[in-house]
């Protein structure tokens, strides 16, 4: 399951880990128990990663497993 490699490959990298410590705060939501939250950022698959800024404007958005250095340079594109 990609949703379940994203959590086990991805999120706990160094690479990807720091980014988020350091410059972000993560919030994992469940299609399944959060749907009232999810719904108006309309999630198209899963896994997926959506960047927000403090107001609720998205800035990106990325579907699918992601390995850890695309993933840590993808958030590292939204802090330059």
């Known amino acids: 399951k990609p949703c379940v490699k994203m959590e086990r490959v991805t999120y706990p990298s160094e690479e ?5 410590s350091e ?3 993560r ?5 399944n128990e959060d749907m009232d939250v999810l719904k108006p950022l309309k999630p198209q698959a899963l896994p997926e990663s959506i960047v927000l800024t403090a107001s609720g404007k998205q ?5 699918g497993f992601v390995e850890p250095k695309p993933h840590a340079d993808w958030l590292k594109s939204f802090l330059d």
């Open 23 to 25: 410059s972000y705060i």
């Open 27 to 31: 919030v994992v939501l469940d299609v």
């Open 16 to 20: 990807v880990s720091s980014v988020i």
């Open 59 to 63: 800035l990106g958005r990325i579907i």
